[in-house]
């Protein structure tokens, strides 16, 4: 049996480019709203370097078997944007999920009182809280070192055997829209859950200061409560919260895994 050279390997590629270029697309949608991948740190040539190496595994696997197109340079464009939408879709779950925490952050930080102090993410360029901005890089390290950027790469991998190229359903895809509102209301409750530690703790201190404005109307609320509220929120976090990281990441982890799995699988064709 032959052995098959690097020279085979151009050969195959140059003469299936088009099948070249849906996987590309696909993968370069994905990682461009995949956490960590997607960091405007990272230079765009070194995403593209990744994503065009990632190509090349996913075609050289043998996971692609069948494209599904019209013989035609529209039927070709248009299964270019619908592998764009599906890896978008599928990449876009993922930021959805890992962005609840900087709205635990912004709901802990409204109630210590570090609303105004907010810092540039060097991740995404935006402004976010504080708060969330720890626990957001945090997150994405268990992520990578815990091994779940992997996770999802090899979930991304085997989406080509369940939704060969072409074959995916998006367009006017109901269910799916439906499952994205029902996963923005889980990813909120989740970030409540997150961040109740220290709400929670909050509120309890503005009834205690409520009550004591009332029993001493000659202290001044403002210069007690607002270091008060501050010192023992700073004290839940790295007393409560900060020690549950690994909780609150397998939380994160596998609602994130589901989500995208769900995606997937709400874009598969009915027949």
Known sequence: ????????????????????????????????????ISSQNIWMIGRLFFALCTTIVIFLSGSVEVVYYMDTTLGFVYVMLLEFLVGLAMGYVLFLVFNLIFFSGQLIDFQIGLMMVNVMDPMTQVQVPVTGN?????????????????????????????????????????????YLIILITESTFLAIRIALPVVGTM???????????????QMNIFVVGLPLKLFLGLIIIFTVMVPNLGVMHEHIFDMALMAIRETMMGMVPTQ
């Open 134 to 178: 720890l626990f957001y890089f945090s997150m994405i390290a268990l992520l990578v070192v815990t091994g779940g950027l992997n996770g999802f790469l090899l979930t991304f991998f085997y989406s080509y055997t369940i939704l060969p190229i072409g074959t995916a359903f998006v367009v006017g895809n109901a269910p799916l829209a439906w």
């Open 203 to 217: 509120l309890i201190v503005d009834a205690s200061l409520g009550i004591m404005v009332k029993t001493v109307p």
């Open 1 to 36: 049996m032959a052995s098959i050279t690097g020279f085979d390997i151009l050969i195959q590629m140059f003469a299936q480019i088009d099948v070249l270029m849906l996987i590309f697309v696909r993968v370069l949608a994905f990682f461009l709203v995949l956490p960590v």
